[in-house]
């Protein structure tokens, strides 16, 4: 089952416009709740995180809207460029041990955002 | 920092020939991680391996494919007798401690394409 729900499939934004992206999870188990920006040909690489002790996290342009009653959290890109036409995944992360020692990460479908001049 | 080395980065095979896919984390990370990536599927969690253990490989279809992380040198997924389906894009990722906290780093990726 998918455990981490991420939406939409695509957006498409106009330069200086806001680009929100939604993810919703079940496993109260998870802890940790990275964003993640891929561009073609790349791998992923980390954007902004969130623990679930704090409803909002802000660094430059990217916010994080973390919800924990609704077991929802959210992605704002604040004057989207056209720089940051990629897709982006949502993550969670939780034990994969009984002693809490080893964690993983589970992504969502990831969106494919355009942003057009 | 040279960050995570993924080699090779483009990889053809035939049908049940067999595919060796390469994964140096950075320095002084000792866990790796390695995901599958399809079209519109996003990245599928394979393994979960520390120097010489696997921690988690609850992702790892339960034949072909095989993963390690020995003492000395890279760590290696291993698909055996390939097939159209395993066709993809694999990511090996590395952490350096076992909390995520600090995020993953992710290699460029290995394209495989079996024909």
């Known amino acids: 089952q998918q455990q981490v729900k991420q939406s939409p499939q695509s957006l498409i934004v106009q330069k200086g416009g806001i680009s929100i992206i939604n993810c919703a999870y079940e496993n109260t188990a998870f802890d940790y709740f990275p964003w993640y920006q891929q561009f073609p040909g790349k791998g992923p690489a980390l954007l902004i995180a969130i623990r679930p002790d704090v409803s909002e996290k802000k660094e430059g342009r990217f916010t994080i809207s973390f919800n924990k009653s609704a077991k929802q959290f959210s992605l704002h890109i604040m004057d989207s460029q056209p720089g940051d036409s990629a897709t982006y995944f949502c993550?969670?992360?939780?034990?994969?041990?009984?002693?809490?020692?080893?964690?993983?990460?589970?992504f969502g479908k990831g969106t494919l955002l355009t942003v057009n001049p | 920092n040279a960050g995570v080395m993924q080699n090779p980065r483009h990889l053809v095979r035939r049908r049940g020939q067999e595919a060796r896919l390469r994964c140096s984390p950075m320095?002084?990370?000792?866990?790796v991680y390695w995901y599958r990536q399809l079209p519109e599927e996003g990245l599928k969690f394979m393994v979960y391996?520390?120097?010489?253990?696997?921690?988690?490989e609850s992702g790892m279809p339960k034949e072909r494919f095989s993963a390690e992380f020995p003492k000395e040198g890279p760590s290696i997924l291993r698909i055996q007798q390939v097939v159209r389906g395993d066709s993809a894009a694999y990511f090996c990722?590395?952490?350096?401690?076992?909390?995520?906290?600090?995020?993953?780093?992710f290699g460029s990726g290995t394209r495989l394409t079996v024909v």
């Open positions: 391996l520390q120097k010489e253990n696997i921690i988690d």
């Open positions: 320095k002084g990370h000792s866990h």
């Open positions: 990722a590395s952490s350096q401690d076992s909390t995520v906290l600090r995020g993953y780093t």
């Open positions: 993550a969670a992360s939780r034990a994969v041990n009984s002693g809490g020692s080893n964690y993983k990460l589970t």
